[in-house]
């Protein structure tokens, strides 16, 4: 079926997602959400060898589409906001955050614009984070009574510390590119009409990388948080020996000892 408010392309091995809402600056729908796991779940094609998440317009995404509660509420329908609400989330959890996090491949997030509430979480998600200059982060749920989602009280202390991830929940308030660069928040800031050729560099020079190699040292950051030391060296020598087995891996030791750029064919 064909997407409706995203939009899925492969272009020089990298799965581009686009949220594609500009009007609502790429708000959130239960529809996209299920369109973007998708997109997430057809970036594991071996084709596909990094991911660009973005946005269409002027927006990266400003968050959940307020409208749709909006107008159950106006019916009275409390019960029906929680029902909404914990749907969202949920598919939003599963499919899409889960979905970054455990795709096997590297993850570029090209920030063109606002990234607020779920759509800030989404941001962290990814792997490499590169804003446009003119791009803000707000994550916004204290300005409407609410506590954060999408990950972002996992993520966001892990990225930048846990008291600096608290002010900006309890502030809610815009941050810019470039104090996003400056506490680590984000990887690059480029200028606005520099954004997707950056990003897509980025993405494309990552697709052209040791693909396995990637998917192991990405779930290997992710499991240090829970391991001990001793754990996490095994795992360490685990994926190693792994790794030794792959084509691209025989390949890097060729180039090396040959003093050339390796080939790399995600194998």
């Not at 660069?181 to 606005?192: A, F, K």
């Not at 891996?249 to 050339?260: N, S, Y």
């Amino acid at each position: 079926m064909t997407p409706t408010e995203i939009t899925f392309e492969k272009m020089d091995g990298v799965g581009i997602i686009t949220m594609n809402r500009p009007e609502s600056r790429n708000a959130l729908t239960l529809n996209m959400v299920s369109e973007m796991g998708e997109a997430i779940e057809a970036c594991k094609r071996p084709d596909v060898r990094a991911v660009l998440l973005t946005g269409a317009g002027g927006g990266f995404c400003s968050g959940a589409d307020l409208k749709f509660l909006l107008e159950i509420q106006e019916k009275g329908d409390e019960k029906g906001i929680q029902e909404y609400i914990t749907t969202l989330a949920n598919d939003l959890h599963h499919k899409v955050v889960i979905g970054l996090r455990r795709l096997e491949k590297p993850v570029v997030a090209g920030i063109n614009g606002v990234a607020a509430g779920a759509g800030f979480s989404l941001t962290l998600g990814c792997d490499i984070r590169v804003a446009a200059r003119g791009a803000r982060f707000l994550m916004a749920y204290a300005n409407i009574g609410a506590p954060a989602d999408g990950g972002s009280t996992y993520l966001l202390p892990r990225l930048i510390g846990a008291s600096r991830a608290m002010e900006l929940y309890l502030a809610s308030q815009p941050t810019s590119a470039q104090a996003a660069l400056e506490m680590g928040l984000v990887n690059h800031v480029v200028e606005d009409d520099a954004l997707h050729q950056h990003a897509m560099e980025t993405a494309v020079r990552l697709a052209q990388g040791p693909t396995a190699a990637f998917a192991r040292v990405k779930a290997l950051f992710d499991s240090s948080w829970e391991n001990d030391i001793a754990t996490q060296l095994d795992a360490e020598t685990a994926a190693f020996a792994d790794i030794c087995l792959t084509a691209d891996f025989q390949e890097g030791i060729k180039a090396f000892t040959e003093r050339r750029q390796a080939r790399f064919q995600g194998k």
